[in-house]
């Protein structure tokens, strides 16, 4: 892989991160994003206590390691505690080139549900043409031991473009990091609509 195409890579990190951070969906030191570098098992992460908003294209806020977290250029930086999350997708489905995890509030709320996010919108029909699965993890990270919990998941649907971790967030994946914050993106939106028409169920607005 030639330089250019690494600082691509960092470019479209950069840009998912700031996108997400400016739309509200991941605030303060929380979330992580990654992209696999292609033709490596290695991924550009980001490093860990950071916020999206300082991610940088010139590297800055982001380290490199293989798929067990492991640092492949020491900068003194250390990887997310999500290494192991953003590693196993890579391992699990080779056509993901991206990876977004953000504790956006609407589907956090909508987790604590623990059924699956409907497609209560046509432009979710559209672009996914599959509800969101929310998944259970008893930890404020994905352990190696939760494997047989999201695996599956790809194993099921290799299309599969996101999932929701209840009370965590959402997990969102894409041929890059760009494809893969859009997604965050509508899976938010969508558990906004959701909760929105529930209460207005609830309240007889609608029939």
Not at 93 to 108: C, D, L, M, Y
């Amino acid at each position: 892989m030639n330089m250019n195409e690494i600082d691509k890579v960092y470019y479209q990190l950069e840009t998912a991160a700031h996108r997400a951070y400016n739309r509200g969906i991941q605030t303060g030191s929380g979330g992580n994003l990654s992209a696999k570098i292609p033709g490596t098992q290695n991924m550009i992460v980001k490093s860990s206590g950071g916020s999206f908003a300082d991610c940088k294209q010139n590297g800055e806020g982001f380290v490199v390691t293989d798929f067990f977290g492991n640092l492949i250029e020491a900068t003194g930086a250390k990887p997310t505690r999500e290494s192991f999350l953003h590693g196993l997708l890579y391992q699990i489905n080779p056509e993901i080139g991206g990876v977004v995890h953000t504790h956006s509030p609407w589907s956090i709320a909508w987790s604590f549900t623990q059924k699956e996010l409907p497609m209560i919108t046509q432009h979710l029909k559209l672009k996914f043409g599959m509800p969101i699965p929310v998944v259970s993890v008893n930890s404020p990270m994905v352990r190696p031991e939760d494997r047989e919990l999201i695996e599956p998941l790809f194993l099921e649907n290799k299309k599969l473009p996101a999932f929701i971790l209840v009370g965590h967030g959402i997990v969102a994946v894409g041929k890059d990091v760009l494809e893969a914050e859009h997604n965050a993106e509508l899976v938010e939106e969508t558990a906004q609509i959701a909760i929105l028409n529930t209460i207005m169920l609830k309240l007889s607005i609608l029939e």
